[in-house]
């Protein structure tokens, strides 16, 4: 399971790393997508993520949303967000 610590890394992965894009898997009452942020965001949208969602990534006002996968990636890694692979950081 990712926590908050998780997400931290993966974000300092991407900045570290000069990588375009963080994607971040968002489960919402069974329902999956995924939100792709892109450099010039990832300081105001990591923000947004450690202060919405719990240590364990569900969603502060409503358990039924959670974070079920981030990657750091290029354009080309995008579709990965929803397989089994889960990044750790």
């Known amino acids: 399971m990712l926590t908050k610590q998780d997400l931290i890394n993966i974000f300092s992965v991407a900045r570290e790393e000069q990588l375009p894009f963080v994607v971040v898997g968002i489960e919402a009452e069974g329902i999956k997508e995924a939100i792709v942020v892109p450099s010039e965001s990832f300081d105001?949208?990591?923000q947004f993520y450690l202060n919405t969602y719990?240590?364990?990534l569900v969603h502060v006002m409503n358990s039924k949303v959670r974070i079920f996968n981030v990657i750091a990636t290029g354009a080309e890694?995008?579709?990965y967000i929803f397989s089994d692979f889960v990044m750790e950081g």
């Open 77 to 79: 890694g995008i579709p």
């Open 54 to 56: 719990s240590d364990d």
């Open 44 to 46: 105001a949208k990591e």
